[in-house]
């Protein structure tokens, strides 16, 4: 079955739709400090909103289900002013009442989804329940949709399923990354070599180069049998079938700190024992300037150094250089949306994702569990 809009819907007046966003926001201090994900959720809203359905919010913030969805609510009353949260994620009687005497337009949400064990254990009986507060699902939460959850994998077979127009445009995005015009170039940052591995093996067939920057690198570096201080590696992982891929481009010169030395710029051989990799140097950003300069495709996902750690200016420096190409640029990964928003760069990449570690399973496999579930495959 094909995965049907919303917005081509008719007569969606006076429905209830069950709409499942992705409001997973990073808070410091109970403060939203990155909105994109939020903003992004705003067509379908006001599109809902603005033809009288009755729309019901459902979505998980955190891991565990301890933070509560209320700061993501009073955010989205600033715009919505009538939207009311209901601090629960059970189903009950009042619940359900309250979603019949909804007026068309009325917007409410409910608390974070995972604060309800049944979401993350996929029971039928949660979904079941949840499925009582719509007369339609909607499915505008691509980046969790690689998650088998019961609002993602469930819901579609309790209610007629639609998705919304930025699943759509996911979609759309990432396949112009599955389908690339040559030059094609990927970039890889981040740590967890295990999440990227999958990317690489997908692309190492196809892509002109592919570069492995970041924590990542150190993995590859490692097994090559470079010298990488106490910086982090996965040593459980087996990149043996990788590394000496001519294709795998690996930092030439790296920022190191060292308790003796404080911070320094090295040539990758120079790095040594107590040293501690957190970015990557110069000469390895000239490396994806010169290399990239001919790119039709370019796709990046993760930091190139340690975000966390306030190492940031490799990261920056390659969202300054893969903005200015003239490129089909596809990127995503919280950290480095991160960086491209400060840097007020957003609109000159071709397409960011919402998703993190979705994207990098769509690219991988070319579907996601909730995809899959919508489709009634
Ligand atoms: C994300 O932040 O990538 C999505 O919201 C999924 O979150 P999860 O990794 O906690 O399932």
Redesign the pocket.
Known sequence: MELRDITKEKDLKGKRVLLRL?L?VPLEDGKIANDFRIRKNGRVISYLHKVGARTVIIA?L??DGRESLAPVASYLQKKYLHLEFLPTAVVGAEVIQKTKEMNDGDIIMLDNLRKNPGEKENDPGFAEDLSLLGDIYVNE?F??S??EHASIVRLPHCLPSYVGPVFLEELEGLGKALAPTPPFYVVLGGAKISTKLPIVEKFIGVADNIFLYGALAHDVLYAKGYEIGDSLVDKGIDVSHIVDNKKIILPIDVVVTNKKEGRSIKPIEEVSKGDIIFDEGPESILKIKNTLKEAATVLWNGPLGNFEAGFTQATEDAAMIISDLDAFSVVGG?DTIAAIQKLGLNEKFSFIST????MLEYLAKGTLAGIDALEGR
């Open positions: 992705d997973n998980h955190g891991k939460a980046a969790v690689h998650r919280g998703g993190g570690g979705a």
